[in-house]
C-alpha cells in the first residue's frame, strides 16, 4: 500500500476539503485527487463524498480512518529506527545468550528510558566496519586479536573481564571438583565447536590452550548452546568453556557442573567500541555506566593474552 496515498488520505479528511489538503501537503489538488483515486481503486472502495461543503469520508473511509492513522504511525516509526539522530541506541552484543547482553540488561535496568536497538553480529571485522559507517553506535569485542587495529576514528574501553569455568557433566573427572587450575587442563580435550578460525574468541582460546598445554577440539558442526550442553551432559570426557557469567539453563536431569578455574584465574577481555565522533545522545551514557562499574583488572592471579589490551586507533 502506498504511505503517500494513505498519508492524503488523512490529510484530506483532516482538512475537510482538496484545496485546503493540497496546501497543506503543499502539492496540486489534482494530485491530490489522483492519489486518493489510486487508494481508492487498490481498495475497492469510494473513500470520500464530495459536495459543496467539502469532502466528507464515507463509512467505508470512516472504518478505514483509524487504520490510516495506525499505518502512518508506524511508518513513522520504522523510518525513526534507522534515521540517524532518532533511532534507539543499537549495540551488538555477539550473542543474545551471552554475559554481555547481561551487560546491557543491566544498562537498560539503570536507564529504562533509554532506548535500545540490540543486535548480533558475527566476526569482529563485520562488526568493527558497522561501527565506523554508523550502522550500529557501539560493539562489544576483544581487542585486538593478533594482526588486528582499530580503525582511525574509532576507541575503545575494557568495560568487564568474564572469569573462565570449565563445564562438564556429571561423568566427568573433574565434575566433583571444587576448582581447578590451567595446569590441571594441560593434556585435557576441550570441546568448543564454535571456535571458528579468525575470529577473536578462537584467537583468544588458541593462545590460551598454547599457554597452558591445552587441547581444544573445534571440530563441528556447531549446533548451538543446547546441542553442546546435551552432549557435554552425556560425556565422560568432553568438557568446554564458559564464562562465569554467561547465563545458561539445562534440564535437571543433565546435572551439568559449572567449575571455577584459579591460579591463574582465565580472564575473557571485553571492551567497548565506539566511533570518537558518534553524536547519539544515549552513548555517552552507556559509555559511562559501563566504565563506573568495571572495578579493574588485578595486577596478578589472572591469565589475559598479550593482545587483549586496547591499542590505539592507526593513523593516516
Known sequence: M???AVRTFVAVVDAGQFQEAATDLAITPQAVSKRVAALEKELGVQLFTRDARGARPTIDGQAFLPHARGLLQAAERAIASVRPGSRALRV?????????AGLLRGFHLAHPETELDVVTLFDS????????????????????????????????ALVFDGPLHLFTGPGHEFANAPALTPAQLAGRRIWMPGNLPGTEWAAYYDEFAATFGILIDSVGPDFGIEPLLDTIANSTTLATFVSEQTPLVWPVGHDLRRIPIKDPTPLY???LIWRTDNPHPSLATLRRHLTSAYPGRPDNGIWTPNWSRPVQPNTP
Open 2 to 4: 502506498d504511505v503517500t
Open 92 to 100: 551488538d552484543v555477539i550473542g543474545r545468550q551471552l554475559s554481555l
Open 125 to 156: 571485522d563485520t562488526a568493527v566496519a558497522a561501527v565506523r559507517d554508523g550502522t550500529i553506535d557501539a560493539t562489544f569485542r576483544a581487542v585486538t586479536m593478533p594482526g588486528r587495529q582499530l580503525p582511525r576514528g574509532t576507541e575503545a
Open 269 to 271: 577481555p571485553h571492551s
